[in-house]
């Protein structure tokens, strides 16, 4: 497998741990988006974190993370389930800004000021739950530790990383997410953090060829764990002309006729994947006929 992802259990203490490599990943959706450095960056973080947190939901749940700053980025909207497939996009792909303190500047490009909203779809019959969070430092994976930690209650450390070389080439991306679950082990969650603190950059360790289970092998160093899965990852939008049909539909009958009389056909282009949908006048007008036949 080219991207995957490894979930543990502490064997004694109540510690999971995740991480994955994502670099293919994250480097297909950039092409796709057409992404400047800094804005692949977020996206890839991003990317990666939503694959992390939907790795924890059940069989057949889903959950969409939605970074809305003040910064040139605009937003970034992840999806993803719990079978390994993401997609994702930015507000605005041509983003790039000078380093900050030789770091990519993915915090100037967000925004200092706004939010992260978490929407989980469990599959039940009740509304999906919705979390809302400031942006903490606005770096994806300090935001999502944040949320983590204010609207779950369960203590986390996520790092996220992605490395872009000279020319704007993604050469390496992935991430952790490790959780201390009740009742938690003080002993086992000092060892982790230091082990963390210690740790190399992330996007480094990845480049250099370190693997999901050598992720793992440095944050529990010293601590008995079990493997409980290991699962392949991808970018795969869920888009169809169906789905699309659906969203025209939502515009509602005044905004269809008026596409149909002042254009005679419309494009809609997908925007997680680029996928252009086109409609010409009796392909809408066959919408509008099927909107009346359910009034």
Do not use: W
């Not at 993915?106 to 469990?122: E, H, R, S």
């Amino acid at each position: 497998m080219d991207n995957y992802l490894v979930r543990v259990v502490g064997s004694e203490a109540d510690v999971i741990g995740l991480a994955c490599v994502t670099t293919t990943l994250v480097a297909e959706a950039c092409r796709l988006h057409g992404t400047y450095p800094t804005a692949s960056a977020a996206l890839g973080r991003a990317l990666t974190g939503g694959t992390l947190m939907g790795a924890l939901l059940k069989r057949n749940q889903r959950l969409a993370l939605k970074f809305e700053g003040n910064g040139p980025l605009k937003k970034i909207i992840v999806e993803a389930d719990n079978n390994g497939v993401v997609r994702g996009f930015v507000g605005d792909p041509k983003v790039d800004l000078p380093p900050k303190n030789n770091k990519i500047d993915v915090a100037g490009a967000l925004g200092q000021a706004g939010f992260l909203t978490v929407i989980k779809d469990l599959g039940l019959r009740e509304e999906p739950y919705k979390g809302i969070v400031q942006l903490r430092t606005s770096e994806i994976a300090e935001d999502l530790a944040y949320y983590f930690a204010e609207s779950e209650q369960v203590p986390s450390a996520v790092g996220l990383g992605v490395f872009i070389e000279a020319q704007g080439d993604i050469s390496a991306a992935g991430g952790f997410l490790i959780q201390s679950l009740p009742p938690s082990d003080e002993a086992v969650v000092e060892q982790v953090i230091g082990h963390i603190e210690r740790m190399p950059p992330l996007s480094e360790l990845i480049r250099g060829g370190t693997t999901p289970e050598g992720l793992i092998d440095i944050l529990f160093n010293g601590i008995s764990y079990r493997v409980l899965e290991t699962r392949e990852i991808t970018y795969r939008c869920t888009c169809s002309r169906e789905k699309i049909e659906s969203v025209l539909i939502t515009l509602g009958r005044e905004e269809i006729e008026a596409l149909t009389r002042e254009l005679g056909e419309t494009d809609v282009v997908c925007e997680f994947c680029r996928q252009q949908y086109h409609f010409d006048g009796s392909q809408l007008l066959h919408l509008l006929k099927s909107m009346e036949a359910v009034r």
